[in-house]
């Protein structure tokens, strides 16, 4: 499969819309404040992947984990399963944007399947 394919997302301003997203690809998520970036990027897809995430997991590690609200959308096909990392601040320096990376990346290629 070459894209994300969603149809009829509407999860809070998202207005019933139709997209394809390619796969493998840097892609930016654009547009006006209230536009519904978050809710496409964070609320819809990250949501969903989210959840095909933690139902590959056994039924003890799902026991620990915070689900976030099943998105509003019709079909999501092509979307892997997915997590996120929590941006933190490591300067009270409001022109810091630094985020603390260090373990993540480690901890994430560890637990990453591996084709033999």
Request: proline share 5%.
């Amino acid at each position: 499969m070459e894209s994300i394919k969603i149809r009829g997302a509407r999860t809070h301003n998202l207005k019933n819309i139709n997209l394809d997203l390619p796969r493998n690809r840097l892609t930016v998520i654009t547009g006006l404040s209230g536009s519904g970036k978050s809710s496409l990027a964070f609320d819809t897809l990250y949501a969903e992947g989210q959840r095909r995430y933690v139902e590959s997991l056994s039924a003890y590690a799902r026991q620990f984990l915070q689900l976030m609200e099943k998105p509003d959308v019709d079909l999501i096909e092509g979307l892997s399963p997915a997590i996120s990392i929590e941006q933190k601040a490591t300067s009270h320096n409001p022109r810091s944007t630094s985020v603390r990376t260090h373990v993540y990346p480690d901890a994430l290629l560890d637990s990453a399947p591996r084709l033999h």
